[in-house]
């Protein structure tokens, strides 16, 4: 079973700059699709950014341009470089994995980290 442990959350300002990373147990994680999904309080889950095992990238219309999703294979983790940090932005962010093709969607994911809080202040 694959563990995922999400760290880099924390509180900054508008315009700022964080970078989350998640590591993932185990020796597979470079056959794995990662994701970033991030959850508002009272809002759904929802994707923010994708990476495939052959390192196609996707992003939400709402990031593009501003964060940046990557992987190390070699340390089995994922990491999401976030600029121009926006109050909107606020939320707990989760990294998942999935081990087939498929939609960017929740449902589509079955390992999940704990969450890790991002807060933009204005």
């Known amino acids: 079973q694959v563990q995922l442990v999400e760290s880099g959350g924390g509180l900054v300002q508008a315009g700022g700059s964080l970078r989350l990373s998640c590591a993932a147990s185990?020796?597979?994680?470079?056959?794995?699709?990662a994701a970033w999904f991030r959850q508002a309080p009272g809002k759904e889950r929802q994707f923010v950014a994708g990476?495939?095992?052959?390192?196609?990238?996707y992003y939400a219309d709402s990031v593009k341009g501003r964060f940046t999703i990557s992987r190390d294979n070699s340390k089995s983790t994922l990491y999401l470089q976030m600029n121009s940090l926006q109050p909107e932005d606020t939320a707990v962010y989760y990294c998942?994995?999935?081990?087939?093709?498929?939609?960017?969607?929740?449902?589509?994911?079955?390992?999940w980290g704990q969450g890790t809080q991002v807060t933009v202040s204005s």
């Open positions: 998942a994995l999935s081990r087939y093709l498929g939609s960017w969607s929740v449902g589509s994911f079955g390992h």
């Open positions: 185990g020796r597979t994680f470079s056959t794995y699709r």
């Open positions: 990476i495939t095992p052959g390192s196609t990238i």
